[in-house]
């Protein structure tokens, strides 16, 4: 009985191997064909539109349209032999999901690429980072979904896991509560993700102020949103934290802002010749837009008075550079025109104090 296992019995058909691999041989290059043709036409109607956008999708498909030609090929084949078929069908379990999710994959980022490309030669920078903010966070979802379906496909694949899989149906229960619990984290960010893209309460690009630093937004995950200060520090902050509590975003809508210099000055100080040089000077500054412009007493003290000097400019960056030269300038027409309203705190002892000068008491 044991004879059949001996290694003379066993016999490989290499007529049945040879008939096989030139049917697979033959409809991989059928298919290959196929494939460069339909491309050559798709190619030439792309080539006739005036945007690269068609092409760029395209370019992108090619390698998972080319791969997935080739499967159907190999499975169309594979019916006509039993054999092959039996050897090409556990293969086809996982490669045609993952081609699936390829071709998906290619889609997304593909038409990503493509309407980053369209923001480029936007003129409305406000409607560009708008748009970048939505197109990144929506494209990182449907990745994220479609890189967990694909793989949930290929996992059922396998008979044990699609096995396990039903018998836990019958725990669905306590299965999704214990999942649930364990992925809340995943979830509140995926959530907040989205809330993100759909209210915008901040986008790439924008100048926001966050737990008392100030910076830039560059990037807007899922979890987590990097903002780069002016000293080149990256924060990560949670993206629920913008959520749940207050910010600051400086340029929301646009990025002409109002600021002001505050000057702190002595009593004595004369407010018409000081509002006169502020105006002059500001007028005449390249970064001034033109819209703001004042100079109030905003508080008196009996030592001194507080004096803030308003100004606009277009952007964050040309505001900030338009005070610092306006502070500067003030500070130096007041050291030459009006000297004494600078505050001074000193002590003054014209030839001394007289008790100083006595001797010290014997034993003292």
Known sequence: MLDRYHPSNWQIDWIAIGEAALLVAIAVSIAYALYRAVFAIVRRLTA????????????????????????????????????????????????????????????????????EYRLEISDDPVAMRSRRTRIAILSRTATFAIILITVGLMLMGIPGVRDIGTTMLASAGLAALAVGAAAQPALKSLIAGLQMAVTEPLRIGDLVKVDGETGRVEEIKMSFVTVRTWDERVLIVPTSRFLDQSFENWSRKNEALTGAVMLHLDPVADIDPIRTEFERFVTTHTLFDGRNMALLMTAAYPESVELRLSVSAKTIGELFELRCDLREHMLKWLRENQPDALIRHRLELPGGHAKAEEPAAPGA
Not at 50 to 58: A, I, P, Q, S
Not at 74 to 99: C, K, M, N, S, Y
């Open 48 to 115: 006739l539109s005036e945007t690269h956008v068609d092409e760029m999708v395209v370019e992108r498909v090619r390698r998972p349209v080319k791969w997935s030609f080739i499967a159907i090929g190999v499975t169309i084949v594979a019916q006509t032999d039993p054999h092959l078929q039996g050897v090409w069908e556990p293969i086809a379990r996982f490669v045609r999901p993952a081609l699936l999710g390829w071709i998906v994959y290619t889609l997304v980022k593909a038409f990503t690429a493509a309407l």
